[in-house]
């Protein structure tokens, strides 16, 4: 597979694999053997870019993802967060991005990721009762010591992006970015361009919602995390939102692709240092996302797209979420 470059110096695979649906938010989830063997098929296809975090399944995402690429250590790029708090007894409590924190909560990554350092560490949320100079600060002293290589953020405004960068270089942001939700592209690319960090898009196929697969009818199992975001649970957004898809199948049909390959390669053609990481948990989807790396769309085809392209309805979180994001 063709590979991108994220700051100045990470090189991965021009996509990535976003883990998270093996353990949680997108059932049915595989049993661990099938997510082992599946994350390993993944790496001989040419992936090298796997992202995950200690919140995904409390902890046990990092484990499937440590087990299954320790035989593979040398040939891949561990991407993991930190900055929710799991003492309590939910899944995700609040935000805690405290100095000692962050150094413990590494300690536990690198032993469920069986390694000795990990490759990109993002603080998942901005935590707004710890300066954000404090936290660049305590990875920066974790990069010194051999744990991290690379310091990465996720749903960071870009006020939050520039003091840390000025602290600890960031080697890239990770925020939501499609066909489907655009929001980036007013202030977050340009300030990424500007400062040289790379953009880590997820729900690039806007939570399968692109593929063409869902659509108004489409019922999700009862703890499938689309059935908490208002884009989904809206019936009538839904069908609106179908024009989206038929945009897509038109450019796919006479690119003889299909509509999530032509999503993942508009996000390819926007910058060169945009490394999307969808996730699946089958391999004929994998195949069919690490395909889109070759599929060359022409200015034409983009301007096509640019031109067609419906406005988006549903809010992406619910309000609870939503206050999480740095904007």
Known sequence: ?????????????????????????FPPFPPKAEGIEFLRAAVER????????EVYAR????????????????????????????SGGDDRGG?????????????????????????????????PQVPIEDVAGTVKQLIEAGKVRHFGMSEAGVQNIRRAHAVQPLTALQSEYSLFWREPEAEILPTLEELGIGFVPFSPL?????????????????????????????????KANLAFVALLRQVAERKNATPAQVAIAWLLAQKPWIVPIPGTKKLHRLDENIAATELELTPDD????????PEEHGDRYSEANQRMIDR
């Open 1 to 25: 597979m063709k590979t991108r470059t994220l700051g100045q110096e990470l090189e991965v695979s021009a996509i990535g694999l976003g883990c998270m649906g093996l353990s949680q938010s």
């Open 46 to 53: 040419g992936v090298t870019f796997f992202d995950t975090a």
């Open 59 to 86: 902890h046990a995402n990092e484990e499937l993802v440590g087990e299954a690429l320790e035989p593979l250590r040398d040939r891949v790029v561990i991407a993991t967060k930190f900055g929710f708090d799991l």
């Open 95 to 127: 935000l805690d991005s405290r100095p000692e924190t962050i150094r413990r909560v590494v300690d536990e990554m690198l032993q469920r990721l069986r390694t000795d350092h990990i490759d990109l560490l993002y603080q998942h949320r901005v935590d």
């Open 206 to 238: 806007g939570r399968g919602f692109l593929t063409g697969a869902i659509d108004e009818k489409t019922e999700f199992a009862s703890d499938d995390f689309r059935n908490s975001l208002p884009r989904f649970t809206d019936v009538e957004a839904r």
């Open 302 to 309: 983009l301007r096509e797209i640019e031109d067609a392209l």
